[in-house]
């Protein structure tokens, strides 16, 4: 056997048991990045009782030591922390890396040795972990905002039977399902610890930057300056989310023949491409011809292919994305 297939099979095996081994511990963590710093004052009852304590990565904490401190490590932990994520950034980093490694060794392998589809298989794995993030952000995001108008009802009756806003977020952070009442259980510890109001509502915009969420806390915020009756504002902005959801969810379903069409045919090419490569692979290499002159012709066609594609889907999908 050629010693460098041993080579990327051992490899690609060790990489494999490490991604399964990163997701198990990102499954079985059990504090957010949130919850890890609150952890410092705050003892919660119920993990208390089972007495289990978050495992240790190595790796990943060398590598979050040195990231940390940063612009980006900042921005990483803000947006695994939107999408609700139980990792460290270290951690994040290094599954890029591996990512990067095993998808890079497969389009190598599989390839037949080609640098440029080892460069294209590295770009996918580098892009994979960011779109898998921006997906649960994006549907975290959506599971929140569809929650609010309950949030709100919720508040409202809490605060006309007496209750102040801090214990109608504590009824929030009880009686709602995830991911808001576990983002007003923060807020609440939060305010617990004796981080101001503003502050820990101003906390949970960075975690959840929704629209609505910034309206709702500018009322709060207003209200606690000027004064004023809080539940029959927060009524009437129910009523206006109520509203604005439904008129979403009207518009959803009238542009999703253009968002899959879009998405449908902007994945064809690239599909077409992989079948023929593994049908006919003489013919797709005329675009790498061992001429110059061709091969330069060859990757531009591909390059202006990409080009028109991805601007194709940009114009579908700003048609598709209508502002309510």
């Known amino acids: 056997m050629d010693p460098?297939?041993?080579?990327?099979?051992?490899?690609?095996?060790?990489?494999?048991?490490?991604v399964v081994m990163g997701f198990v511990v990102t499954l079985t963590s059990e504090q957010s990045l949130v919850e890890e710093r609150l952890g410092k004052y705050i003892v919660d009852r119920e993990e208390k009782k089972i007495g289990r304590q978050e495992k240790a990565t190595p790796i990943g904490d060398w590598v979050n030591e040195r990231v940390a401190k940063s612009k980006w490590g900042s921005g990483i932990a803000r947006d695994l922390a939107r999408a609700d994520i139980k990792m460290k950034p270290g951690e994040y980093i290094a599954l890029i890396v591996i990512m990067v490694l095993f998808v890079g060794g497969l389009a190598y392998f599989f390839g037949g040795r080609n640098l440029i589809f080892t460069l294209l298989g590295a770009l996918g794995g580098f892009?994979?972990?960011?779109?898998?993030?921006?997906?649960?952000?994006?549907?975290?995001?959506?599971?929140f905002n569809n929650q609010l108008a309950d949030m709100l009802n919720l508040m409202v009756n809490g605060l006309r039977a007496g209750y102040s806003t801090m214990q109608?977020?504590?009824?929030?952070?009880?009686?709602?399902?995830?991911?808001?009442?576990d983002e007003f259980r923060r807020v609440v510890q939060e305010m617990q610890i004796g981080i101001p109001m503003d502050q820990a509502l101003e906390n949970l915009y960075r975690r959840v930057p929704s629209d609505d969420l910034d309206l709702i806390i500018a009322a709060i915020n207003v209200q606690r300056e000027v004064g004023g009756n809080l539940a029959e504002i927060l009524d009437t902005i129910s009523y206006t989310i109520r509203e604005r959801v439904r008129i979403k969810g009207e518009i959803r379903v009238l542009t999703s023949q253009v968002v899959y069409s879009g998405r449908f045919l902007a994945v064809m090419p690239f599909l077409i491409a992989v079948i023929l490569w593994l049908i006919n692979r003489p013919y797709m290499m005329q675009f790498f011809h061992p001429n110059p002159a061709i091969r330069l012709f060859g990757i531009g066609m591909l390059v202006l292919g990409v080009i028109m594609i991805a601007s194709g889907y940009f114009v579908m999908m700003r048609i598709a994305n209508i502002e309510v």
């Open 4 to 18: 460098l297939i041993l080579i990327l099979l051992v490899g690609g095996g060790i990489v494999v048991i490490l």
């Open 127 to 143: 892009w994979l972990p960011r779109f898998y993030v921006r997906r649960l952000q994006n549907q975290r995001l959506n599971n």
């Open 168 to 181: 109608a977020m504590e009824a929030v952070s009880k009686e709602m399902p995830p991911p808001i009442s």
